[in-house]
């Protein structure tokens, strides 16, 4: 009877309501189920019993009142006791001087450091930015024209950019001497552009859109671009064509009695 009692269908689900109950840590009344009260197994599963533990001992040097100083933040007497305290207690330092020559020591090398490592970090960078002893060499030249016969261009590499050279008749200089000024889209005296007037030197570079102009062509005879249709006279300077500027003319100096062209920074050039 006993047992057929405890697994009818109503019996099972006041256990179960009261284990959910006793779980959840409420019930509403200590109400025996199966021989046992719900307050009991509520307390048995929701309260955990404590023991007293042992108290944790830490080294003098993590106390708080060594960390921390109860009065200021690191003033000068907790600094003294707990940084130079050996050395004050045996006499040796009373006054902090060594600790204190000590602390400058560090310090003064931590900065020689920090400054030595900057410049070797900053002459490293800026070392990768400086052009190449290659490119230097190649900055500052000197062209043979003494072989280059009147009416020739000879075309030369000079920075990675070709640059024409014509040795000019006295024809092509009366030209363009007698050019007005006022008919040119970018007026410049034949005179002025170049450092001798028998000597035409530029950078055979096109002002439109940086093409390469074909030498002894076009209206002029000159150079011609034959991208976008670029004319420019034997002096260089633009007279047709889409170009906005005249040729540029490189940094040089006829040198040797005319029979060398200096090309690059003329505070270097030889005299």
Same mark, same amino acid.
């Given at each position: 009877?006993?047992?057929r009692?405890?697994l009818?269908?109503?019996?099972?689900?006041?256990?179960?309501?009261a284990l959910v109950?006793?779980t959840?840590?409420?019930?509403?009344?200590?109400?025996?189920?199966?021989?046992?009260?719900?307050?009991?197994?509520r307390?048995?599963?929701?309260?955990?019993?404590?023991k007293?533990?042992?108290?944790?001992k830490l080294?003098?040097?993590?106390?708080?009142e060594?960390?921390?100083?109860?009065?200021?933040? *690191?003033?000068?007497k907790?600094?003294?006791? &707990?940084?130079?305290?050996s #050395?004050?207690? /045996?006499g $040796?330092?009373?006054? =902090? @001087?060594?600790?204190?020559l000590?602390c400058?020591?560090?310090?003064?090398?931590?900065?020689?450091c920090?400054l030595?490592?900057?410049?070797?970090?900053?002459? *490293?960078?800026?070392?990768?930015?400086?052009? &190449?002893?290659?490119?230097? #060499?190649?900055? /500052?030249? $000197?062209?043979?024209? =003494? @072989?280059?016969?009147?009416g020739?261009?000879v075309?030369?590499?000079?920075?990675g950019?070709p640059v024409?050279?014509?040795h000019?008749t006295?024809?092509e200089?009366?030209?363009?001497?007698?050019?007005p000024?006022?008919?040119?889209?970018?007026?410049?005296?034949?005179?002025?552009?170049?450092?001798?007037?028998?000597w035409?030197?530029?950078?055979?570079?096109?002002?439109?859109?940086?093409?390469v102009?074909?030498?002894?062509?076009?209206?002029?005879?000159?150079?011609?671009c034959?991208?976008?249709?670029?004319?420019?006279?034997h002096?260089?300077r633009?007279?047709?064509?889409?170009?906005?500027?005249?040729l540029e003319?490189?940094p040089h100096?006829?040198i040797g009695?005319?029979?060398?062209?200096?090309?690059?920074?003329?505070a270097?050039?030889?005299?």
């Open positions: 009877d006993h047992l009692t405890f009818t269908v109503p019996y099972q689900m006041a256990l179960a309501r109950q006793a959840r840590g409420y019930s509403t009344a200590p109400a025996l189920v199966g021989g046992v009260a719900v307050a009991q197994l307390e048995s599963l929701t309260t955990t019993k404590l007293g533990k042992p108290p944790v080294p003098a040097y993590l106390k708080p060594v960390l921390r100083p109860s009065r200021g933040a *690191f003033t000068d907790f600094v003294m006791d &707990t940084y130079v305290r #050395a004050v207690k /045996n $040796e330092d009373a006054t =902090g @001087d060594r600790a204190r000590y400058y020591f560090v310090k003064a090398n931590m900065w020689a920090s030595a490592m900057t410049r070797a970090m900053a002459l *490293f960078f800026i070392s990768h930015f400086r052009p &190449t002893k290659s490119t230097q #060499a190649l900055a /500052n030249i $000197e062209v043979d024209i =003494g @072989d280059i016969p009147e020739k261009t075309t030369i590499v000079w920075r950019k024409f050279i014509r000019r006295d024809e200089i009366a030209a363009e001497a007698a050019v000024l006022a008919s040119l889209r970018d007026p410049q005296a034949d005179s002025d552009r170049l450092a001798d007037t028998k035409a030197v530029f950078v055979g570079v096109c002002t439109h859109l940086g093409c102009p074909n030498v002894g062509e076009g209206n002029f005879g000159a150079y011609f034959p991208c976008h249709g670029s004319h420019y006279d002096s260089g633009i007279r047709k064509g889409p170009a906005p500027l005249n003319v490189p100096k006829i009695d005319g029979k060398s062209l200096y090309l690059g920074d003329l270097s050039a030889p005299q």
